[in-house]
Structure formats: structure tokens, C-alpha cells
């Protein structure tokens, strides 16, 4: 059997006193898209940090390609590429020149540099904007240049940190196509705090909660309870007041917000046959307008809130 090409074992790290990453576990196979999805502060850029080899493990190891990310870090930077958050761009330098420097940085040079660049830019797109300052470009344009970056010297995994973060609704559809486009060539590891958002690129996720990676064990039986995601254009506190009155509903919070108009919610109830109609009639009873009341697919996105929610408690 051939062994993943990414291999974490019981890896642990404290910073200081504090412990960020416990006991982690995980094999990713070649080719694979992988979600690494955790409320904020539960530990993915550590994990992504040692992955790359900018972080030492506190105990545990850690093998890209079958090398280890401490002892053979050389080589597993040249297998592993990130792309953070924020496309942290040097605002002074062209979008050309940037990747040449990038390039370089890589150990590429002369016309294997340019090739790479040339092939990068052509990828994702970026012809037309080559001379432009980075410091001019659009949301949108900066994280398409992170990416192109970040496929320099044709890296087999790229790791990538909330890459549809701050894009609008037509960008994030334009880097997901893209993201699956790269998965034919690239193992890709991606981290995020929404569930909807790795769902659709995602072909697995890995759930992290305080530092712990949850086991499919930790993930079974948990459905006694509806989820329905609603969409509606009205003060929260008029949803709020209204939905919470229906017979059954336990619970309503806000999804990350689509941008325009409608903010989303997710509302967790008991399980009965007309609940969902019963909250379209109490909603539109109170004037409010409803553009999509469905129930929320994965049982994995209770658990998810269940487990957030309680962790959240906990810290509360
Ligand atoms: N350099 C550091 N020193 C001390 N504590 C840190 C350091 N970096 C992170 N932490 C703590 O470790 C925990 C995990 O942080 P980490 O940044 O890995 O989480 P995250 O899931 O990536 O969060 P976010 O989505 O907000 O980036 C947090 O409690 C954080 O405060």
C-alpha cells in the first residue's frame, strides 16, 4: 500500500504554557482535496505552520513525501507550498516582478523562472495585469497572485488558509473552480471556519475543535434535531423574535453573511412534519421577506455547531 503523502502523527504543540495542537493525527493521499475546518483560534494555521516546516512540533512527527518536516525541511519546502490568509504581497513590487522574485526565492532561475512565472500567470489568469503594482489590486486579483506564488516550482501539496476569505460572491466561485482545477495536478489542504464554503470544494473534511481533530466515531449519532437554513431580508431581532415563537425552535444563529440584502441563519429545532411551513407563515405573517428556507443538508453541520457551541461555552 503506498503510504499518504502527507503523514501527521500524535503531534502535539504548546506555545509557552499554552497547548494550541493535541495528540493530531492524519494521513492525506495523493491528489486528495482536504478541508481542515475549525472555529477560529482551534489551531489550523499551527497545524499549516508545521506542515511547512515554520513550526517544530512540541512531540509528534510530521512526513511530506516521506520526509520529515524537522529533520528534512529543505525538502519538504520544495513539496509544500502555502498560501495564506491574507496574500501578504510586497505592495511596492509589480505583479510580474513579484513572482519573479518569488521564483527566485524558490531557487529557479534564469528562463526556468520565467517559464514558471509565464505558466503561473497564464493559470490564474493574471496576463493582464503583470505590471500593474500589486498594491493596486482588487481583493480578487491579490489572492489569485498568492496562489500563482504558491505554484512556483510545482509544489505537490499546496496548503492553503481560508482562500475564498473577503472575495465576493463571483470571486469565490472563480477560486473554487480554480482550487479543483489544481487538484488534478496538486495535493490541496485547505482551511476554513465555514462548513458550506470546504463542503464545496472539499472531497473530505477534517474537523479541529481546541486544538483536537475529531474521529468519525465523534461524528455518528447525533440527529435529533432539524437544521434549516433560512435566508431573509429583516432586522436580526424581527427573525430573531418571530422564529423563536414557532413551536419547536430551539435555536437560531447567524451564518457568515452573504454580502447582499439576505443574511443567512441557521435554525436548529425538534423534528416535526410541518415546521418549516410553520415558520414561513409566522415570518410572512410578520412582513418579513423569505428567500430560502431549506434544511441544511450534512449531519455533519449539526455537529459541527454542537461541538462549537459547546466548546464556545466551555470558554465562555
Ligand atoms: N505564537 C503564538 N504564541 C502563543 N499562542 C499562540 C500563538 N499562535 C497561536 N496561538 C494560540 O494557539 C491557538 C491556536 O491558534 P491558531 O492560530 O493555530 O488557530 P486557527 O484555527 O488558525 O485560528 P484562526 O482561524 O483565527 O487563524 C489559539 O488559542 C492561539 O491564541
Redesign the pocket.
Known amino acids: 500500500m503506498m503510504s499518504p503523502l502527507v503523514l501527521a502523527q500524535h503531534v502535539t504543540k504548546w ?2 504554557p ?1 497547548r ?1 495542537v493535541t495528540d493530531v493525527s492524519f494521513g492525506i493521499d495523493e491528489g486528495e482535496i482536504v478541508g481542515l475546518l ?10 499549516f505552520r508545521m506542515l511547512t516546516g515554520y513550526l517544530v512540533p512540541t512531540s509528534g512527527r510530521i512526513e511530506v513525501g516521506g520526509h520529515d518536516v524537522v529533520t528534512d525541511s529543505l525538502s519538504v519546502r520544495r513539496l509544500i507550498s502555502y498560501v495564506p ?1 491574507d496574500a501578504p504581497l510586497y505592495d511596492h513590487m509589480r505583479v510580474g516582478e513579484f513572482l519573479h522574485f518569488m521564483a527566485n526565492l524558490r531557487g529557479l532561475r534564469g528562463t526556468a523562472a520565467k517559464a514558471a512565472v509565464d505558466q503561473a500567470a497564464e493559470r490564474l489568469d493574471l496576463t493582464r495585469v503583470m505590471t500593474l503594482l500589486t498594491a493596486k489590486l482588487s481583493r480578487g486579483f491579490r489572492q489569485r497572485v498568492s496562489i500563482a506564488q504558491a505554484l512556483l516550482g510545482t509544489p505537490r501539496v499546496l496548503v492553503m ?2 482562500p475564498t476569505s473577503g472575495l465576493d460572491p463571483h470571486q469565490v466561485i472563480g477560486v473554487r473552480d480554480l482550487i479543483r482545477s489544481l487538484a488534478r495536478s496538486h495535493t490541496v489542504l485547505i ?1 476554513s ?1 465555514i462548513l458550506p464554503e470546504i463542503e464545496k470544494i472539499a472531497s473530505r473534511v477534517m474537523i ?1 475543535l481546541d ?1 483536537t481533530l475529531l474521529t468519525a466515531d465523534a461524528l455518528k449519532g447525533k440527529s435529533e434535531e432539524t437544521v434549516l437554513r433560512l435566508a431573509a431580508t429583516a432586522p436580526e431581532a424581527t427573525v430573531r423574535g418571530v422564529v423563536s415563537a414557532v413551536a419547536g425552535v430551539r435555536d437560531l444563529t447567524v451564518e457568515a453573511d452573504a454580502g447582499s440584502g439576505a443574511r443567512h441563519y441557521l435554525i436548529r429545532a425538534e423534528p416535526r412534519a410541518s415546521l418549516a411551513a410553520d415558520i414561513v407563515a409566522a415570518l410572512v405573517g410578520a412582513g418579513v421577506a423569505v428567500s430560502e428556507l431549506n434544511e441544511a443538508r450534512p449531519d455533519l453541520e449539526r455537529v459541527f455547531l454542537d461541538l462549537t457551541r459547546q466548546s464556545s461555552r466551555g470558554a465562555a
Open positions: 506555545y509557552g499554552r494550541a475549525g472555529p477560529n483560534g482551534s489551531g489550523k494555521s499551527t497545524i490568509e488558509d481560508e482551511a471556519h479541529l486544538g
